[in-house]
């Protein structure tokens, strides 16, 4: 083999090598952090539009969670809302085995705390809507849309993730993701579709600058 040939594949060894480092081990298709399978984040207490405050440790009776991230601001976040309402009422009983909250993590004014509370109060939300002005929460679950869903099951592990369904229209949808991953979590199984894109607004985290 000559040098040339050799100083070449010795690049493109490397090349690969730095792109595998740099990537997440345990992403999945379309999260940059979590994979289907893994273990969800834990998060301590956090305030949320009906006066109180919320840990996961808050839901741990419950065999199924779903998370919600969501805001005030995003139009398709808006658009999700009565699906998402819609959802919470039908889980809404003490004694059901499901949780739905939802979770905003936008530091603009039009989602600060006190602006959740006026939204949950106009739109009749019946779902702890939390509030991370930390965004750790985000964070560590990889979510990049609002809305973006996560359903969990009984061990808290990561069995959907992505979009609530396939169509932003709601006269138009045809396969419910998260009502889908529900049902199997409570029959102890795996739902067919596991993870999807989420189409919304992107998340809109805060820029870290980098120290020289």
């Not at 779903?66 to 976040?77: E, G, Q």
């Not at 560590?140 to 979009?163: D, H, S």
């Not at 199997?184 to 894109?197: H, M, V, W, Y």
Request: one cysteine or more.
């Amino acid at each position: 083999m000559s040098a040339s040939r050799q100083i070449y594949l010795l690049l493109a060894l490397s090349a690969c090598c730095l792109l595998t480092m740099a990537s997440p081990l345990h992403a999945g298709k379309y999260n940059p952090v979590l994979d289907v399978g893994d273990k969800a984040p834990t998060w301590d207490k956090l305030p949320a539009t009906d006066g109180k405050s919320y840990s996961s440790a808050s839901f741990q009776d419950k065999e199924v969670l779903v998370i919600a991230f969501t805001c005030n601001s995003c139009p398709y976040a808006v658009d999700y809302e009565g699906r998402l309402n819609q959802l919470a009422q039908k889980y809404s009983a003490k004694d059901s085995p499901v949780a739905v909250i939802a979770v905003n993590v936008n530091l603009v004014p039009a989602d600060s705390l006190e602006k959740m509370k006026e939204q949950a109060a106009e739109k009749k939300f019946v779902f702890p809507y939390l509030f991370d002005e930390s965004q750790k929460i985000g964070q560590e679950f990889g979510a990049t849309r609002t809305p973006e869903f996560f359903v969990l099951n009984k061990e808290r592990k990561v069995i959907y993730m992505g979009a609530m369904d396939d169509s932003t229209d709601a006269s138009k949808v045809n396969q419910d993701y998260v009502s889908e991953a529900i049902a199997a979590a409570l029959n102890g199984k795996q739902p067919k579709t596991s993870e999807t894109i989420a189409i919304g607004c992107n998340v809109r985290y805060k820029r870290i600058r980098r120290k020289k």
